[in-house]
């Protein structure tokens, strides 16, 4: 206890400090320019304008021209006819050799940061990342002399969120601005980190009034204009939504008004089911998740509504070997808006989900009933509502303050917690959420005051998270009864350099 209130009054401290001192600080230039970019690629609006200004690259003058000259050489490389002896079916094309030796009307933007955080947890926890990504806390677990085993601290430091891109921009196609984009870091898929990961890579055409994205990008739900501003990599995970997903979207524009439709695939964000988190269950279904937005649009209310539809079929073939068609519908709603008074920024979002695991929220769902010879089986929603705001004052020295919750409603129908083989006498799981222990959860709290301090092109953060769960046991319909809050704090500290 007086860890924690020592850890408050440093808390209020630090924010009374900046408070203070923002006073004294000249507020940014405009950022509604920044506001047309789709692709907000820093989690701070202060580092927008930095790279926005970063400078172009004409990519016939970078290595070999079409000469085979390098930039400035006077001298080729290699000879010509040595370059005609290369290989270059490695672009199964065969057309590519004409296309890869001519000039290509193509600028190159190439940004990123390094970034070292570390941190403090008050006690073990549920993540992934090696704890850089935080879910909750776990919860008690007591050994022969009733300590809570759980009750213990961690600490570590990491780098495995620096991030490389490239955006490339090209000519017109059909009438269309050209543009593509590549993002990587060093998150691995979360178990096994230090190992370059895709995070975005995408093709764009822009029109006056409407464009074309194909690729991997953001999931639609999370609203790119309005998400949390955490110095910690979760980003409100998991009240607020996370994900990105192979994509194709369609957004029109009329006026103030943004109209979205897209149709998802699954990659590195999976539903959870009988054989773990696989792809395999929307694969089965052979249909995209559906996604539709709808938006206002200005230079200080960016506000709407969204919704999205999601078929998985979770088995092909029950496990008495009888082929079988199930499925599970399931469906989001949510509505979002951000808010300027310079300099302070208002960002909130509502959201109503079902079976909502890829967004890495920790609603599943659950075998409902079983048929006892064919093992035919039907499956019900675990639903949960969250909300989360978050505010951010645009200084150069920049506080800000999380604050979210997610709550478990349960199930429409009776769920059915486990089978058990009689033959075997293996006992099957059936409620797939998160994570083993998420279903246990009622509610779920957070608030997290931080603070930036900005010296381009380092940017450095601190942040006091503090993470309530209400773990207890469950009903027949899903719902968590007799629930005991546990809690973790976790301080953090960062350091990132922009170029």
């Given amino acids: 206890m007086h860890k924690l209130k020592n850890i408050s009054m440093i808390t209020i ?12 600080e000249q507020s940014l230039s405009d950022l509604s320019s920044a506001r047309d970019i789709d692709y907000t690629f820093f989690n701070d609006p202060y580092l ?63 940004s990123g940061y390094v970034a ?17 990504n935080m879910l909750y806390p776990k919860k008690r677990d007591f050994d022969p002399d009733c300590r809570d085993i759980n009750a213990r601290g961690q600490a570590n430091m990491t780098m495995i969120e620096t991030r490389q891109r490239i955006e490339l921009f090209g000519p017109k196609i059909l009438g269309a601005k050209s543009f593509a984009y590549i993002e990587t870091s060093f998150f691995g898929n979360g178990i096994v980190i230090n190992r370059l990961r895709m995070r975005s890579a995408f093709v764009q055409l822009t029109w006056p009034d ?19 501003l955490t110095v910690s990599f979760d980003a409100g995970v998991p009240i607020a939504p996370f994900t990105r997903n192979p994509q194709v979207r369609f957004t029109y524009f009329k006026g103030n008004k943004e109209f979205l439709v897209a149709a998802l695939a699954q990659m590195n964000f999976k539903s959870n089911g009988p054989i ?16 539709a937005r709808a938006a206002y649009d200005t230079e200080k209310v960016y506000a709407g509504v969204g919704a999205s539809f999601m078929r998985l079929k979770p088995r ?36 109503l989900a079902q079976n909502a695991v ?65 033959q075997t006498g293996v006992e099957e799981k059936t409620i797939y ?67």
């Fill in 13 to 24: 401290f630090t924010l009374i400090l900046c408070t203070t001192i923002i006073c004294a």
């Fill in 48 to 110: 927008l304008e930095q790279h926005i200004q970063q400078p172009l690259y004409d990519l016939t003058k970078v290595g070999l021209s079409v000469d085979g000259l390098a930039p400035d050489a006077a001298k080729p490389i290699i000879d010509s006819a040595e370059a005609e002896e290369v290989d270059f079916s490695f672009f199964n094309d065969p057309y590519a050799l004409d296309k890869f030796r001519t000039d290509l009307p193509v600028k190159a933007k190439f």
């Fill in 116 to 132: 070292h955080a570390a941190w403090w947890d008050s006690r073990q926890i549920i993540q992934f990342g090696d704890g850089y």
């Fill in 210 to 228: 409407s464009k074309v994205l194909l690729g991997q990008f953001w999931h639609p739900i999370f609203i790119i204009k309005t998400f949390p």
């Fill in 276 to 291: 773990g988190f696989s792809t395999t269950y929307l694969r089965n279904a052979r249909l995209p998740i559906l996604i």
């Fill in 316 to 351: 092909i073939k029950s496990n008495t070997g009888f082929r079988v068609n199930e499925s599970i519908n399931s469906a989001n709603i949510t509505a979002f808006a951000t808010v300027k008074f310079e300099p302070v920024e208002l960002r909130q979002q509502f959201l």
């Fill in 358 to 422: 890829d967004l890495t929220l920790l609603n599943g769902f659950a075998v409902s009933s079983v048929e006892p010879i064919t093992d035919k089986r039907r499956y019900t929603n675990i639903n949960a509502a969250s909300y989360w705001i978050d505010i951010n004052i645009n200084r150069q020295i920049e506080p800000g303050l999380f604050i979210g919750i997610l709550k478990n409603l349960g199930a429409r129908r009776n769920i059915i917690p486990c089978i058990t083989d009689l």
């Fill in 433 to 499: 959420g998160l994570d083993v222990d998420s279903e246990q959860i009622d509610t779920l709290f957070r608030i997290a005051p931080r603070c930036r301090f900005h010296i381009l092109p380092i940017d450095f953060a601190t942040e006091v998270e503090y993470t309530r769960a209400t773990f207890g046991c469950l009903d027949r319909r899903g719902r968590v009864k007799n629930a005991d809050p546990i809690a973790n704090t976790r301080l953090l500290f960062s350091a990132s350099y922009y170029f």
